[in-house]
Nanobody, 122 residues
C-alpha cells in the first residue's frame, strides 16, 4: 500500500502562483508513475499532469500546458505541482495519485490522496 497526503492548497488571486506537494509513504519503491488530477464542483475529475517516478518523462493536460509544472523529489518521496498564471477556472480540489505501472496517459491509478482545495479569485 501507498499513502498519499497533499498539501499547499489555498486561496489566491488570478495570475498568482502556488505549489502543491504530495508526500508518499509506504511501499514507495513500487511506484512507477504519479499524477495530479482536479475536480471542480459539478464537474468530472480532470487529468492535470503525470510523471514517471524514475526518469524525466512528463505528460500534461491541455488546459495547464505551459502554466503548470510537475516534478518530484525521490529522496523525499514527494511529488510537486508548480502552478503559475492561475485562473479562476483552475479552482478545484486537487488530488495526487500514484500507480505501480501503466503509461503516463492512463487515467487509472491505484492510490489516491484526500485532496487539497485550490481557489483562484478573479
Amino acid at each position: 500500500q501507498v499513502q498519499l497526503v497533499e498539501s499547499g492548497g489555498g486561496l489566491v488571486q488570478a495570475g498568482d502562483s502556488l505549489r502543491l506537494s504530495c508526500a508518499a509513504s509506504g511501499r514507495t519503491l513500487s511506484l512507477y508513475r504519479m499524477g495530479w488530477f482536479r475536480q471542480a464542483p459539478g464537474k468530472e475529475r480532470e487529468f492535470v499532469a503525470a510523471i514517471r517516478w524514475i526518469g524525466s518523462s512528463t505528460y500534461y493536460g491541455d488546459s495547464v500546458k505551459g502554466r503548470f509544472t510537475i516534478s518530484r523529489d525521490n529522496a523525499k518521496n514527494t511529488l510537486y505541482l508548480q502552478m503559475s498564471s492561475l485562473k479562476p477556472e483552475d479552482t478545484a480540489v486537487y488530488y495526487c495519485a500514484a500507480s505501480p505501472g501503466g503509461s503516463l496517459g492512463n487515467p487509472s491509478y491505484d492510490y489516491w490522496g484526500q485532496g487539497t482545495q485550490v481557489t483562484v479569485s478573479s
